[in-house]
Every structure is written in C-alpha cells, then in structure tokens.
C-alpha cells in the first residue's frame, strides 16, 4: 500500500500542530485549514465553501502528471471541481505523511507526502503502464501556499513533485484510508 496513514491520523497530527501555535491568528487560521481540508475528506460541500472567499484562487504547479496546471478563481468553479472529485469517488483531501506548517500573517504554509487518488484517465505517466478505466492511488511531494482574506482562504497554491509509488486502487481501499466503512462502497 502507498501509505498505512489515514485521514484521521492526518487529522490527529495537524490538531497536534495547532495546539502548540500560541499565535491567535494563526491558530484561526490553521483552524480553517483543518475545517476546510477535513470537509474534503468528508465530502462536504457545504463546509469547503464555508471556508473560503467568493474569488478564491487555486492553482497548480510542478508536474505535468495530472494535465495542464489547475486555474480556478471562483467559488462556484471550485464548487464545480469538488462535485466532480467526490461523484468519481476520489480523495480531494487525502493522508498527509510528514505534515508540516508554518504560518504568517498573510496565511499558511504546508508541506508533507500527500496520498491522492485519480483515475488513470487523469493521470499522465508515460513510464508507468497506466489503465486508464483504473483508479489509482499515489504520493506526491507537495508544498501549498494558502493566502487569507479577514477569515477565509483566498487561495490553494500548491507544488506538487511528480507522482511516486503508484499503484493501483479501489474504492473500498479509498473508504479506508479516508475513514469511512469500506462496505459503503459494496
């Protein structure tokens, strides 16, 4: 398996990092992070928009692993791709090995080997032999910048390495690494 963590380990460990952050802003700020990347894990919709402004801005960088770079600049587009991760049943928040954060004033900084899981339609590898009917799980090396306004995420920011320890997945193995009973997938 790519990684034995969960998504509630993940979670364990950035309320870890918030305890110790005596900065109130920070900590609101990182609250928000947590709030916003656990409604991904989740798949609430209503939480993610909650927490972020109406001209938040995501973008892409570093591999060409998953297509042309990502540029969303508004709420409802961002709505849109989040719709269509969780109808396909993939991880937009997925397990975070090494997690690291530091934040400013202007937001927060993170950092850590992220599991995520696309379809191999979605996935452009030319060295890996890559079914595109398949799901797939991988890691990836990613730094994300999020900027705030007042008390909202403004922006996702992220810098992804290319793709390592790819293998194939199911939904079941999805649903576990997420948190959730495996058999809802049955």
Known sequence: MVTNTTCLDSKTRWKEIIAGTDNPRHRHMLEIGLKHWWAEVVYDIDTIMETITPDISYRLYGTNALGPGRHIDTAAQA???????????LM??????NHCLACGDWGYSAHGVY??????????????EIDPDQLYLFQTHMSVVVPFKGDLMAGEILYMSAPFNVEPTDHATIAHLLGWDPQSYV
Do not use: K, S
């Open 115 to 128: 599991t995520l899981a696309m379809p191999g339609a979605g996935l452009f590898l030319p060295e890996e």
């Open 79 to 89: 709505r849109a791709m989040y719709l269509a991760q969780f109808a396909a049943g």
């Open 92 to 97: 937009p928040g997925g397990p975070i090995d």
